[in-house]
């Protein structure tokens, strides 16, 4: 799981920036909505117009957005592929960022014409991400777990985007859309590819803030499980005799198999500094087993409790794992910009990230995720208000830590 990191590949800080700064945004304007809608929430009404477009404000507007600005980043540092070129990123970044201004107030007014012009904006934004994604050679290193899991979760984005259009044009023809293609999108999204892509990342980072002895990886057992669900989900569309316990216990397998390896990090860790990071990982992990255990009482019968599961999922698990990993990447980047502006004396990551602002983000974040899940989970208004408003104001923080960060080290690098 160990390999080498190439800081001279790194693309420059455009490229990776207006991905973190918009999936920042985003989120906290998710989490007011949400905090505006808590009472629909409340009740169960999971599936109306508002709720599908506060559920993507976070799912493609934070959590892909994120995720792109990483993988932009990332793939060349880790020798998985070379740089994008920053006017293709730049392009697909205005595409895909326009994509979800139409398509979530689409979604939540119904208005056709803006639902259509950001379905196609948001859809030909994936497009030219997984085509930038090829076209800096991941598909070249599959060999590598990680680039392989982080392909497999794309392949899974490309088939969530493809079942989401479909939908996008049922919604705006005014007919109903089948459950299972709704099954189906719910598996491969916030399931496969946010799960997937997250997980091989993770065996790349964890690693290097969590050091421990070389020990064999289970990521093979996470691929085959990951893959399984995958093509289960693709196949249920199709094969309505394909039942969702399927793809759910695949993922739930993939999952388990994760948290094994993570858990011998935890266990085995030479350096023993908590910081507000390590409380983040920590915690995101607990989230990622509270979703497991969600999918499988879903599965052995209490299917309401889907959506409960991408709650879990994507506020326990991604959201927390996303800041953890970010309060040492991008100080780490903004490093990087000043050593490379020539500035020997670029300060330590430790002083530009101080560890009062990582335990404040870090403590926020986790209060206000449980007080969103309880009051999701145990139906109460205002623990699910005062949670997803701790939430945005501990991402308002970050965002403020961040820019503080970068104007300091930029100021530097061009006095
Ligand atoms: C181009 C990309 C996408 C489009 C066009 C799209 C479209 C849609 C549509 C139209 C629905 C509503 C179905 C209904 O009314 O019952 C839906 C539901 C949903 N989508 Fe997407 N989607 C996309 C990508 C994603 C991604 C990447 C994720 C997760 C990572 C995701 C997560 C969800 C979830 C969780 C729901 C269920 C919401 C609920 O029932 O409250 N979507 N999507």
Known sequence: MKGRVRTDQAPNLGTPLPFFGAAQLFAVSGLLMLSLN??????????????VSMVHLFTLGTITMAMMGALYQWLPVIGAGTTVPAWRARLQFVLFTAGVLGFVPGVATGRTPLLVMGGVALESGLVLFLYNIAAMGLLRHLRARDSALV?????ALAATAILGGLMAGRLAAGTAIPNSWLAAHLVLGPGAFAGLVLAGVSYRLLPMFLPAPPHPSRSGWVLGFGSAAIVSGVLMPAL??????????????????????VSRYWRQRRRRTPDGLLLLIGSSHLGLLAALVTIVLAVAGARPLLPAAVAVSVLGWYLLAWLGFSQRILPFIAWLHGMRGGRRDTPHVAELWPSWLGWMTSVGAIAGSVGVLIGFL???????QA?????????????GGGWRMLARVHRRAHR
């Open 151 to 155: 392909a497999a979760g794309l392949a």
């Open 240 to 261: 309505p005799l394909v039942p969702i316990a399927v793809p759910l216990l695949s993922l739930t397998a993939a999952g388990v198999f994760y948290l094994l390896d």
């Open 387 to 399: 949670g997803s408003l701790l939430l945005a104001a501990s991402i308002v923080l970050f965002h």
């Open 378 to 384: 145990i139906r109460v208004v205002w623990t699910l």
């Open 38 to 51: 808590a009472r629909t929430v409340v009740q169960g009404v999971l599936t109306g117009p508002v709720v």
